[in-house]
């Protein structure tokens, strides 16, 4: 067995492989989370544009539709409401399909 000298002691070619891999892992999930965090943050920058584009125009939703609102998390769809809670008449159909 080949031994290689990685900050220390002699560890194996096994070891090695196996630290690296783990470490890759650890990385990869990190990215993941920095996504993740990234669309939420997106999301509720969405969700609070329409409320204060509403809110600026005089309007408002109806409770359930600002719970539909805050439990949204398609992205697009929010990004499509926000375009139409700009010229919308009647915010209790910024919500239909």
């Known amino acids: 067995m080949t031994q290689h000298h990685h900050d220390g002691p002699y560890l194996s070619d096994t070891f090695n492989e ?39 125009r005089g309007l408002s939703l109806l409770p359930h539709q600002t719970e539909q609102l805050e439990a949204c998390l398609d992205l697009a769809l929010l990004q499509r409401w926000l375009t139409r809670a700009v010229t919308i008449e009647d915010p209790t159909r910024l919500l239909d399909a």
């Open 18 to 56: 196996l630290f690296a891999k783990g470490r890759e892992e650890g990385r990869e999930e990190e990215r993941e989370e920095g996504r993740e965090e990234g669309r939420e943050e997106g999301r509720q920058a969405l969700v609070s544009g329409i409320v204060s584009v509403l809110r600026s």
